[in-house]
Every structure is written in C-alpha cells, then in structure tokens.
C-alpha cells in the first residue's frame, strides 16, 4: 500500500466496535446460561476468531440484523483455532479451566510465539490442568477442580487478570485480584452485566464462584481503533468521531495534555469527539500511562517523529510481547523513515520532526501496519507498508482513511 502525505484531513467517522469488549461478550456469552445480546459487535479478524471458537466450544451463536446472539452454558471439548488473538486464547483458557470439558487452543504463527507462560502459571495456581509446548501455544485445557487464589500479577496484563477472575467464576472459595498497575477494566466490568458477585474495593477486586447469566452488551466504539485518525486530525486538520468508549479514556487525556485540542461530548461510558488540529509538544510515557496506552504506543512513537523536541516512552516492555516485538520494530520502520529514535530496553527515545517516510514493514502485525502508515501520511514524503490485510484483524476498513 502507497501512502502519500496529507495536506487536509477533514472527516466525520465512526470507529470500529471495541475488540477488547467484542471478545468478552462473546466468551461471557458462551458461559452464560440464556440468551447474551451483543449489539454493535466487531466482526474482525480477532473478533470473529473468538465468536467462531466460543461456537466450536458448544455455545449455540447466530446473527440476527447486526446483533450476535449466544446461547451458552453448555460446553462441549473441542480444538479452537484463536488465529492472532491472544485476548481469546487467554480469556478462554481461563474460562474453561474449571469447566468437565477437554479443549486445545491453537493459534498462527504470531500468536504461537507469544509467551503463554505468566497464564499458565496463574491458572495453575488456581488448580488447572494446562499443557503446552514450553509455554507457548497450543494449550490443553483439562477441566480440573479450582480454588480461588489472592493474584499479585508480576506484570500488567489485562488478559491474564480476565483468564484468572473467569477461572474463579467455577472455582471454590473467593478470587482476588491486587494489580500493582491496573489494566483496563473491562472484565470486572462485563462481569457485573452478567450477574458475578464481583466488586472491586481500593483497588482490589474480590469475586466469588457462580453462574453467570445472559445479559445484553452494546458495544461502543474502539478508542484504540480511533486513535489513528484521531493523530491525522490532530496533525492534519479536522474530524468528528462518532461514538467511542471512554471507559478506557487515557488516550484522550494524554492528548490533550500535550496541547492536543479535544472536545468530547459524553453519554455515559461513550462520547463523540471533535478533534481539531493543534500544536503539540514532545512527551514522556511512562508507568502507569504506559500499560494504559499499551497499544497506541507504536503510534505515538511515530507521532513522537513529527514533534520537534525529544520524547521518551518507557515502561512499555510488554511491547516486545505482541503480535510482533513492537519495540525493535517500530524503531526499525521509523528509522527508514529518516526518523531520530533509539530503542531502549523498555521503550524509545525520539528526536522529532525528521520524519521523511519510507518504506514500512508490518511485520504481520495490524497495528504497525496502521501505525506505520499513518507515520508516512504524517512524513514529508510519504511511502508504502508492505501488508494491507493485517488491519482486518481490529479495523476492517481502515484504508478508506486515506481516500
Ligand atoms: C487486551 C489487553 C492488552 C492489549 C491487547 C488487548 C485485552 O494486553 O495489548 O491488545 O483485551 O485484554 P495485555 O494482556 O498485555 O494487557
């Protein structure tokens, strides 16, 4: 894909449903007794590999104008493929461990790479029964008896936390969870819709075993998902985004505290944005704004390019984690762009506004594929990402950005 630098971004848009909701729904759905009403639902790559694998697992799913309708609480063993998405290999490793089913989930070549270690232990800690191949994927999942445990994650992580407290749903005795970081919320959130004792109290979330039941979900908008034209607005002009989730609302904070010229009209958990172009000021990421911002670091990284001024990202080692190691990555492709950034072991250091563009990599990975050609639209002269179909894992139709 050839992308050539923007003049004028003018747009009025809505974003893609939320990934991180989507998936949970889905697998919520699929332990749910009764009927789960998903309004809004992403159909991605990452989303629909979780709808198809909740169905595989014995959920009876169907969709009925736009909406996704699961009837769950019967599952059957199955082998479940999670393609690239890791949030439904963890999610579903975690709610079916304490389940009489027998089940493996595999994924691609990315997913089968990340590290599945940090779960593994988890859940083991809680009495499953999980083999896998050192720690990657596939994962055997042998429905075994569980007992709550008191989790300290070592490191952030929103889908290990989601793996833990759905395992506590069919485990004996209280789960709880202390995050020295906190992560975004969505299960704890999701999990009240559907009915779990769950509540969280300075900072620690208690939950004790039970049935979830059907619940409806409507999904909003991915803010991760919007964070791109968000950046073409901000750098580039004008653009009025249409319903967006701001339970997860760092990024537009973070935005603004650089000089970023937001205005949000809210609606509960959801708002639409009207973002205009503004002059920003290089930034520091780090500690919890960086866990936070985990997936809209390689963006702002590039971002980070077209401001003059130094800006630093740490804290943000998890990125050597994702669908590729977005670290070395990112500091590759933005490097061929002319771009002044060195790589550190957690993050990077940018010196901005040299940012030429090139020729980008995506290394199979849908957010360096978006991150990367938003650095081109943003360069002096533009250039190409060698993968246009990866962005069909969160944002389908991502391209029309740029026509
Ligand atoms: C996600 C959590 C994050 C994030 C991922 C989606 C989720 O990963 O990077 O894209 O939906 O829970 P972690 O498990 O590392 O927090």
């Not at 042998?142 to 889908?159: K, N, Y």
């Not at 935005?255 to 009207?274: M, P, Q, T, W, Y």
């Not at 990125?319 to 490097?335: F, G, P, Q, V, Y």
């Not at 771009?339 to 010196?351: Q, S, T």
Request: with cysteine; net charge neutral; hydrophobic share 40%.
């Amino acid at each position: 894909m050839r992308i050539k630098p923007i003049k004028e971004f003018n747009r009025v848009l809505t974003p893609p449903p939320d990934k991180s909701i989507t998936i949970r729904a889905a697998v919520m759905g699929m332990l749910a007794h009764g009927k789960t009403v998903i309004k809004n639902p992403l159909l991605s790559g990452d989303a629909v590999a979780a709808i198809n694998a909740v169905g595989t697992l014995g959920a009876e799913v169907e969709f009925d104008r736009g909406r996704l309708i699961i009837n769950g609480g019967k599952m059957i063993n199955a082998n479940v493929d999670a393609r690239n998405s890791a949030t439904t290999m963890r999610l579903l490793a975690g709610a079916l461990a304490g389940h009489d089913v027998t089940a493996t989930i595999t994924g691609d070549n990315s997913l089968c790479r990340r590290s599945m270690k940090a779960l593994i232990d988890a859940l083991t800690d809680m009495g499953a029964k999980i083999e896998s191949k050192n720690g990657f994927a596939p994962l055997k999942i042998t429905g075994a008896s569980l007992h709550g445990i008191d989790f300290v994650p070592s490191l952030p992580s929103a889908q290990i936390k989601g793996a833990v407290l759905l395992a506590g749903l069919n485990a004996s005795g209280k789960t709880t969870v202390a995050e020295r970081i906190k992560t975004r919320s969505h299960t704890e959130d999701m999990l009240k819709t559907f009915g779990a004792d769950i509540k969280t109290e300075n900072g620690i979330i208690e939950l004790y075993p039970g049935k979830l039941v059907g619940a409806e979900v409507n999904v909003p908008g991915d803010i991760s998902s919007a964070a791109y034209p968000i950046v073409l607005a901000l750098k580039k002009g004008f653009c009025y985004i249409k319903d967006v989730g701001t339970s997860r609302r760092e990024l537009i904070d973070f935005l603004v505290s650089i000089g970023g010229n937001i205005k949000e009209e809210a609606f509960g958990n959801r708002a639409d944005l009207e973002v205009n172009r503004s002059e920003l000021k290089p930034f520091t990421i780090s500690g919890q704004m960086a866990t936070a911002l985990i997936d809209e670091l390689p963006l702002l990284a590039a971002l980070a390019c077209t401001i003059e001024g130094e800006s630093v990202i740490k804290d943000a080692g998890a990125l050597r984690n994702k669908e590729c190691d977005r670290i070395k990555c990112t500091a590759l492709n933005l490097r061929n762009m002319g771009a002044e950034i060195e790589e550190l072991k957690d993050g990077f250091v940018i010196k901005g506004g040299k940012l030429r563009g090139g020729n980008a990599h995506a290394y199979s990975d849908h957010r360096m594929a978006m991150s990367m050609a938003i650095a081109n639209a943003l360069s002096f002269e533009g250039g190409t990402v060698d993968d246009d179909k990866c962005v069909e894992i969160s944002y389908p139709y991502f391209w029309e950005l740029f026509v």
